[in-house]
């Protein structure tokens, strides 16, 4: 009995009609052949978005909502494998409002390539973050609220580091700034001196700042060119987490201005570095130094919030040149009345910023020194630093004008910084413990 069951595959474009067996007066005859078709065979890219996903287990088809995650995706399709565990994490370490401002920020500096500057700045962002080690997570968690508004002391250590922090630490200052404007090649002498430098800051407890100069001949590490570039911005934020990852708290952010042809961009700079450090460690600040003849002041920014802790959008300690011009001519004349003029005048919204004051500044050099303007009195020198601790802004003192200075102005220095903590109480002290060199 012959079998009579038949049936039908579609495959293609093509319709074949197979039976699978014959019997009787149809037995000899050939049998149908099924024809060679090649199956069109589609490649499979992973969808970047995938990466995104809070969790291994979750849906494969989840796609995310937020604009952010996706530019990113969009613009990393072609990212190897290896790296997904990266971009995983950033949803889960970074809120999508810190997201939604980072892509803000790119699309308005650079509008036509803002996608290639947040990919840019994310990847740079998590290879710090992957680089950070626990000691610094440490430290962060036993600084004190505001630790910047203590007293600095700006050094250049190119006269010789190792001296420069001994003093710092002898006269009572716990916050140290490098008035040298190489970044990691501190002094033309590359990463491996400011490691040096950092260890033994970290050994006397001391807080450094760290200059990023756009204003002088480029450094190694700064070869110039638009900072609306992606590329020339991947290159500072990539200088800024090494520095943050070596023990740097403070960046001071040296003529921005010079290579951006807008004054807004300026503050897109700022505040795209101000983010990227922030969300790096909680405690990291920008102290912003522009032209001589411009104010910082406006490059506080405005209120912010990153990571959950409300902070400014730009800078962090601003210098006052109006309060340092009366500041110094009171010092000059002996005649306070233009500073309690400004001193009267009500405060200005600064969002968590500090202002900062000095009796001379590195911008200026044609300006006298403070010992010239007190014709190199011992006692209107101790006074002259007494007014400038007295006014309610963080002070500036220079090296090099208390290394020429006699003892008993050192000394006052040193008991000025002693009295400005005491009010902090016991316990809460903005004293920095040194910092173990474990990384556990």
Not at 131 to 137: H, I, L, M, V
Not at 155 to 165: K, N, S, Y
Request: glycine share 8%.
């Amino acid at each position: 009995m012959g079998l009579v069951r038949n049936f039908t595959l579609r495959e293609g474009r093509q319709q074949i009609e197979l039976r699978p067996g014959r019997r009787g007066a149809d037995a000899g005859a050939p049998r149908a052949q099924r024809p060679t078709v090649t199956p069109t065979v589609l490649p499979h890219r992973p969808d970047p978005a995938a990466m995104y996903l809070p969790s291994p287990f979750a849906a494969a088809t989840h796609r995310p909502e937020h604009p952010a995650l996706a530019s990113i995706a969009e613009c990393l399709r072609a990212r190897p494998a290896r790296l997904e565990r990266k971009w995983a994490m950033l949803a889960a370490w970074l809120g999508a409002d810190d997201l939604d401002y980072a892509r803000r920020l790119c699309r308005q500096l650079v509008p036509n390539d803002w996608r290639r500057l947040l990919a840019i700045f994310s990847d740079a962002l998590l290879r710090a973050r992957f680089d950070r080690q626990a000691r610094w997570r440490a430290r962060d968690q036993r600084l004190p609220e505001g630790w910047w508004r203590a007293p600095w002391y700006y050094v250049d250590p190119r006269e010789g580091f190792e001296a420069a922090l001994d003093e710092a630490k002898a006269l009572g200052f716990e916050n140290v700034g490098l008035l040298v404007n190489v970044g990691a090649d501190l002094a033309a002498g590359g990463t491996a001196r400011l490691e040096r430098f950092m260890a033994r800051a970290q050994r006397l407890g001391l807080r450094i700042a760290v200059g990023v100069d756009f204003g002088s001949d480029p450094a190694t590490w700064w070869t110039g060119g638009d900072l609306r570039d992606p590329d020339v911005l991947g290159r500072v934020f990539a200088t800024l987490g090494r520095e943050a990852n070596l023990g740097v708290l403070a960046t001071r952010t040296h003529r921005v201005d010079r290579w951006l042809p807008e004054p807004r961009d300026a503050h897109l700079v700022h505040a795209l570095i101000k983010l990227f450090l922030k969300m790096l460690g909680a405690h990291e600040i920008v102290i912003p130094e522009l032209a001589p003849d411009a104010s910082p002041l406006p490059f506080g920014g405005g209120g912010v919030v990153v990571n959950g802790d409300a902070t400014t959008s730009e800078g962090d300690l601003l210098f006052d040149h109006d309060l340092m011009d009366a500041l110094r001519a009171a010092v000059r004349t002996g005649d306070r009345s233009a500073l309690d003029v400004i001193l009267s005048e009500p405060p200005r919204p600064l969002h968590g910023a500090a202002l900062a004051v000095a009796l001379e500044h590195h911008d200026e050099p044609e300006r006298p020194s403070v010992a010239s303007l007190v014709e190199h009195d011992p006692q209107r020198l101790e006074a002259a630093y007494q007014l400038l601790y007295s006014v309610p802004a963080t002070p500036i003192v220079y090296a090099a004008s208390l290394a020429r200075a006699p003892d008993a102005v050192c000394e006052a220095v040193r008991t000025l910084n002693v009295q400005r903590r005491r009010p902090q109480g016991v316990g809460a002290s903005s004293t920095t413990a040194p910092v173990q060199d474990s990384n556990a």
